[in-house]
T-cell receptor, first 114, second 113 residues
Framework: SQTIHQWPATLVQPVGSPLSLECTVE??????LYWYRQAAGRGLQLLFY??????ISSEVPQNLSASRPQDRQFILSSKKLLLSDSGFYLCAWRDTGASGNTIYFGEGSWLTVV | GDSVTQMEGPVTLSEEAFLTINCTYTATGYPSLFWYVQYPGEGLQLLLK?????DKGSNKGFEATYRKETTSFHLEKGSVQVSDSAVYFCALSDGGGADGLTFGKGTHLIIQP
């Protein structure tokens, strides 16, 4: 069966520090991968998606970037965090096979920028 | 563009009460519709889905029917439990470029014993 993991689960970072959140998917190949953010009191916002290695699309302009160095690995980064980057970040994947129109989420990472 | 509108919370009910959380959508074509649930401090879990008009998704006593004529996908449960307390998100996927999900803002459900 397929599983998705992301880490770290919780982190507190000072303003101006770098960020790296990592996500891996097991049990599938060539998935579509996504990063969402859930800010306090707001819904979920799609930040990035990837349909293959090295292919990244950004949905909103921001202080963050994403990379996909391997088929089942998706990384969210920042060189200098802002206070407004605080939130709950969720990695997700979608099976690109015939039955794949459902998106599955990781456990989430809580980021507090102080 | 696509959008999902769901009732704002918090919604507070007593145990064993009947639950309805309204969800309506705007999309081109024929999207797939989903309900996700988020328990405190956790990620999102798929609760149920429907991929075409008149389909009914069901899971754990929850049901939702894809109504194309009213562009709705209301979530219902006949008798809620304290363990159902969570945030519920309605979402759609229209198979577009990102083929990601468009979410509603979420409804916080609180069930009191």
């Amino acid at each position: 069966s397929q599983t998705i993991h992301q880490w770290p689960a919780t982190l507190v970072q000072p303003v101006g520090s770098p960020l790296s959140l990592e996500c891996t998917v097991e049990g599938t190949s060539n998935p579509n991968l996504y990063w969402y953010r859930q800010a306090a009191g707001r819904g979920l916002q799609l930040l990035f998606y990837s349909v293959g290695i090295g292919q990244i699309s950004s949905e909103v302009p921001q202080n963050l970037s994403a990379s996909r160095p391997q088929d089942r690995q998706f990384i969210l980064s920042s060189k200098k965090l802002l206070l407004s980057d605080s939130g709950f970040y969720l990695c997700a994947w979608r099976d690109t096979g015939a039955s794949g129109n459902t998106i599955y989420f990781g456990e989430g990472s809580w980021l507090t920028v102080v | 563009g696509d959008s999902v509108t769901q009732m704002e919370g918090p919604v507070t009910l007593s145990e064993e009460a009947f639950l309805t959380i309204n969800c309506t959508y705007t999309a081109t074509g024929y999207p797939s519709l989903f309900w996700y649930v988020q328990y405190p401090g956790e990620g999102l879990q798929l609760l149920l889905k429907a991929t075409k008009a008149d389909d009914k998704g069901s899971n754990k006593g929850f049901e939702a029917t894809y109504r194309k004529e009213t562009t709705s996908f209301h979530l219902e449960k006949g008798s809620v439990q304290v363990s159902d307390s969570a945030v519920y998100f309605c979402a759609l996927s229209d198979g577009g470029g990102a083929d990601g999900l468009t979410f509603g803002k979420g409804t916080h459900l609180i069930i009191q014993p």
